[in-house]
């Protein structure tokens, strides 16, 4: 047997059950394949769920307001994700007249729809032979050629490519496609790869070598960027003020008003910071966590404290609130809800 007749040989009898596997609807696979860019499968499936049952379809999700989408979203970051694919469920349900796009080449003219979702969505809603290319595939493929191309460089991709293009079979692309996928994560692991079950044992180059930890292969990254956030919750009566973030990452979020630095801050220089900003004394300045809450993104390492200033004048133009469960806030937020809700009686989620 070949490569692609071994792995969907494996996948007949191993595929895991997983909701979006019961259709071919391309709405579905689309969804489920944006929620599970940044998210393993055991965390999103609920969240895949969760929002279908909310937009069951197209239609539903292109005549949602943002705010909706966002709070649906809520818990699994990254929220450019959610952004793009209700702007690109617009697109096809208003001016591509509920036709989703079939083709490799037009799925990617939508926003948030890169190589990889276009891969998927073509051949496994359309059977269209173009291979997914992801993290466990590199890893896969690097280990049976024993493949020294660093997996993590951009020029890496073409190759790796070409050679997984050269494996997909001409028919059943869409079942060999989510078999690779399946395969590599559960097989083919980053860590303890299960070399002693695997099919492609006998065939695998780094497995016959012994070297199959040794691969695949990465250039080393700078380490990640600190950077420090001091929240500050501003009470008036039974309420707290909060504000809408207008760009940036989590751009139409809300959250606390906050001041940001590359370095630890003073309470001294905060209380300066907070009079500068507000016009405002804080001199019962309170601080709610001793730990830092921390955050990670791509390239960037959050430490965020929270303080509250308990009857503080209310400040003009503000956006007081005594619930925030109308308000889509980032994941950072929702770690300091979890923690520190009990003891701040003053809020209410």
């Not at 500050?232 to 009566?237: A, L």
């Not at 405002?280 to 709610?288: C, G, K, P, T, W």
């Not at 404290?305 to 956006?319: E, Q, V």
Request: net charge positive; with cysteine.
């Amino acid at each position: 047997m070949n490569f692609s007749d071994l792995i969907l040989e494996w996948y007949d009898k191993n595929k895991r059950d997983l909701p979006w596997r019961k259709s071919k609807d391309p709405y579905k696979i689309w969804v489920s394949e944006i929620i599970l860019q940044q998210t393993k499968i055991s965390q999103g499936t609920k969240y895949y769920l969760n929002f279908i049952k909310k937009f069951p379809n197209l239609k539903s999700l292109a005549n949602s307001n943002e705010n909706e989408v966002l709070l649906t979203w809520q818990g699994l970051g990254y929220y450019s994700r959610a952004r793009n694919l209700h702007k690109s469920a617009k697109k096809i349900y208003f001016e591509l007249e509920n036709n989703f796009p079939k083709k490799y080449e037009t799925l990617l003219k939508l926003k948030g729809i890169g190589d990889y979702t276009a891969s998927a969505i073509s051949s496994i809603c359309f059977d269209e032979k173009n291979a997914v290319l992801d993290g466990n595939v590199f890893r896969m493929l690097s280990r049976y050629f024993l493949i020294d191309k660093p997996i993590n460089v951009y020029s890496s991709k073409k190759y790796f490519r070409q050679i997984a293009q050269d494996l997909i079979p001409d028919k059943r692309c869409g079942d060999y496609n989510q078999a690779i996928m399946d395969y590599s994560s559960m097989i083919c692991k980053p860590v303890n790869p299960k070399c002693d079950v695997c099919v492609f044992s006998g065939s695998c180059k780094a497995n016959l070598l012994s070297m199959s930890t040794d691969y695949p292969k990465k250039l080393t990254k700078n380490k990640n960027r600190f950077i420090y956030f001091d929240y500050v919750i501003f009470t008036h009566g039974s309420k707290n003020l909060i504000q809408k973030i207008n760009r940036g990452l989590w751009v139409n979020l809300y959250q606390f008003p906050v001041f940001k630095s590359d370095s630890n801050i003073s309470l001294m220089d905060l209380k300066k910071m907070i009079y500068e900003e507000f016009k405002i004394s804080s001199d019962n300045i309170e601080l709610i966590n001793e730990n830092f809450i921390k955050h990670k993104l791509t390239h960037l390492q959050i430490q965020s404290r929270f303080w509250k200033i308990s009857d503080a004048p209310k400040i003009k133009g503000g956006l007081y609130v005594d619930n925030f469960e109308k308000y889509p806030m980032s994941r950072l937020m929702h770690k300091f809800f979890e923690k520190y809700n009990s003891k701040l009686s003053l809020i209410s989620v």
